[in-house]
C-alpha cells in the first residue's frame, strides 16, 4: 500500500504541478494565470474517486486511503511547490 500511495502522491502533488507551470510558461500565460494553473493542478485527489470506486467495484479502501492521504499530504506540498517552482 505504501510504494502505490507514494507514488500517486508524487505524480499527483509534485508532479502535476510541476508539469502545469512548465506548459503554461511554454504558453505565455499571464502570472495570476499561471499561478491558478499551478493551485489547481497541486491540490489532492477529490473525494468522488472513493465514491467512483464503490460504484463501479473497485478497492473502496484503498481509493479512500488515497483520499484522505493526499489532502493530509498537500498541507505540506502545496506551499512547497508555491516556494520552489518560479511563479
Known amino acids: ?3 502505490l500511495f507514494a507514488l500517486v502522491a508524487v ?10 507551470i512548465l506548459l503554461g510558461t511554454a ?8 499561478q491558478l494553473l499551478l ?5 489532492p485527489s477529490g473525494a468522488l474517486a472513493a465514491v467512483l470506486a464503490s460504484r463501479y467495484g473497485c478497492n473502496t479502501t484503498l481509493a ?4 484522505v492521504g493526499t489532502y493530509l499530504a498537500c498541507m505540506v506540498t502545496i506551499p512547497l511547490v508555491f516556494f520552489v517552482l518560479p511563479v
Request: net charge negative.
Open 1 to 3: 500500500f505504501l510504494p
Open 11 to 20: 505524480i499527483k502533488l509534485i508532479f502535476s504541478p510541476a508539469m502545469a
Open 27 to 34: 504558453a505565455g500565460f499571464p502570472a495570476v494565470t499561471e
Open 39 to 43: 493551485l489547481e493542478a497541486a491540490v
Open 64 to 67: 479512500g486511503w488515497m483520499v
